[in-house]
């Protein structure tokens, strides 16, 4: 499930969403076993025309991963550039950080 909106602040636009990522047994086996998982949304503005093509206003890619710690029994979600954005005693809650998206621009 995905909600999402995006509003206009100063000229920028900032998409907000909210994405509800499945949780299989298979996804907490991977971690478990090291296996870091990367989770990419890929965004695309584009200008309606009636009477002409579609105009591709920009595109862009927001890219976290996910992995588990096994010294101290957390899950650690990453930005794609390497920075940590936090870390959690339990996958649902790693899972629920990922699909926040806030006023990303």
Known sequence: ??????????????????????????????LRDGVTLD???DVSIERYRRFWFDAKVTEATLRRELSY?????RYIVWNADGTELDSFPTLAGAIERIGQVDSWP
């Open 69 to 73: 710690h096994v010294v101290t029994d």
């Open 39 to 41: 989770f990419t949304l």
């Open 1 to 30: 499930m995905v909600s999402a909106y995006a509003v206009t602040n100063q000229g920028v636009v900032q998409l907000s969403a909210r994405i509800r990522y499945p949780v299989t047994e298979r996804v907490r086996m991977a």
